[in-house]
């Protein structure tokens, strides 16, 4: 067997935890798959003194996370500090230029900074490993990467947010409305204190523009994600779905239109959508995440498991260090950095779907002709009127007691949906803001 | 970038050209994701004059495919020939003997000769590939293998049978039986003219057999692998089920009870089986395949695809390739084969289930009573009786009108409802061979 592989991690809080964890109890069993031991040697967290409830006395400590790209002897370096910039970054950008490989859970720093890292890393010879950022332990950057690696992928969908599929399957079961919901997610632990990155769609974002990037060979391009979170979804309109036969879930999608001569378009967005019930995403419920890509060979290829938690997370963390033990270094993304693409954004406006859209009105004359006339205005017609008055109490714009219309439309651009609701934006018949969601069809 | 790698593929039936053509429509991006190009050198097929749609003739030609074995400067040798023993077997061996790599989507091969062919590649320095084999293009064995690397699998169950599939779910929406559904599947293409392989369960038996050795370790043990087909599968099985609130699937299974000081226990099903609304795999429709394997740290996740087909196979065998040409050369079961553990088999009929049993019986007094008895004298209790009284037409065995009786038991070792068949063996009450299913819970 080959001498151990060393490893120095930054961030002892649950993943770190459940990553020296997961080396202990499995170190055989890692060691016979890996070709040699697996040994940590060094460690980096804010709290020397705290009790984790394992035995961290064999390390060596390093007071600052950076000094761990220097440290004598390791083979890589594990960072699960969090946050775009900060220590996190600092610690990647000394690791690779010091040419040390680096394995990291950390999706925002990946989407934003992870072209520049995977160039210092192709610079020095080192490794830039994050299987961890997308989905936890559910493999599904190897999958796009390795399993996949014969295809042109032109399409990701996926629910990439455990917090918001949760609330929004609670939602349906429950009956109860976005603001209950989050308080009971807080309660059980589905959701953070501050659940602004979950709700709001930034996570998932996150997600994307990792995944779009791996996936079709570009540049990662997290600033021209769209994105729209759930906070704005009732109970009402979970319901109005079900009963139109879908269900309402946060997904993120991306797609890439090739053009000979010009630069591909990416479409990245993540927001709430209805999905008809045999849709693969529509059976996703609780944290699960999920990703469904389409291979131009292997065809639509789903995968699913949990998306979030401490073992989970160790497991992709472990599994990427094991791909190093064993001497694959791959390019971060797939391929050389060098020849990652720059894509144009398309035009999200011109994207065409059936839409469903939920007004909150003042309950008096002539509003129901008001919508039509925006709607006729705006070039878009409406299929079907699918509930008209339910009082829903006052509304959140206005404080005016409002009723709730909601219709869907046929087919139209975005940009006319939009349109609809910006001639609509002043009347003082509307009490809420207005909210769209397009008909995803399978 | 590195010299070109050099292949030779045996067999251009469907697979085959699926790879050449493959090969070529992605030539420039699977160099750059493989760092250096793929090139096919030699080819052999049966008949050489036949037309196939794409150009052979810059290769070398083999009259005997196990000539590639020598044929001078290949990479790797590709087999889609199939067949368990016969050219295919002959040209492993002697590719691998020879040091040679050795790409194959053979599944009954690998499930019967897998070991064997796995030792002699780490004699010689050979790589030995074979994701093609379990779900074509659906990459469900680097899943277990890298994905799910840092986790101890005990349990995998999947649908691995798209044919079987697809025929239980057709029966599902049209109500017919299986002898129609089954022509219906044979004129569309979604089963062969001899579908005893796939109807059987073989074909799943074959698959599961080596998800085992690899997910878990073990040498592969295809000779252990309890068996039983869809054909006995009525529609008004599956109507009952739906009553229920279950859908009837092929489902294969393999789980391991791993013992201190003591040789772990497998157990390797495949069977129909009734699997409530919600199971994950109640909801794979068609000629899809799915994979759920359990892991300690990851969690259950489920991988799902199509599995079988010209394209998404090609996938499969083009990722080994790229693999190969690479420079990754992984043991073939994920561990060298020495390290391969034997399991004993365990024994299925302790296992304790609920069952859904149906008879047809005789439209006669008394035969309720006698059924009844039966179960008692096995220790079998009777939850629910759903159905009594339906006519089912002249009985397949005796020729004698048959009224169907289906029930569903209380939980119940596997004995002791072979034992209340056996009881009720020689009846004459009985007018068909009696159907019993286990009851899969979430």
Redesign the interface.
Known sequence: MDRAFKLGIAGLGTVGT?VVR?LSE?AD??A??SGRRIEIAAVSARNPARDRGIDLSGYQWCEDPVDLASVDGLDAVVEVIGGTDGPALDLARASLDAGRSFVTANKAMIAEHGLALAESAERTGAALAF?AAVC????IL??LR???????IDRIEGILNGTSNYILSAMERSGEDFAETLAEAQRLGYAEADPALDVGGGDAAHKLAILAALGF?LKPDFGSVEVEGIRDVRAADIAQAERLGFVIRLVAMADLERREDAPARLLQRVRPCLLPADH?LA?IDGPTNAVLAQ?D??????????GA?S??T???V??DI??LA?G?A?PAF??PAS?LESAESADSGSREARYYLRFVVADRPGVLAELAAAMRDARVSIQSLIQEGENLGNGEDTGEAGIMIALVTHKAPARNIRDALHRLGDSPSIVETPLAMPLLMN
Not at 146 to 152: L, P
């Open positions: 459940g997961l499995h069993l890692l016979e798959r299987e936890a332990g559910t493999p190897q999958t390795e399993g996949m690696v014969a295809n042109r060979g693969p059976r291979g060979y292997a065809g639509p290829i789903l995968l699913q498991g949990a938690g073992e989970s160790a497991s992709a472990v599994a094991v791909a064993r694959d791959r797939g391929v020849s």
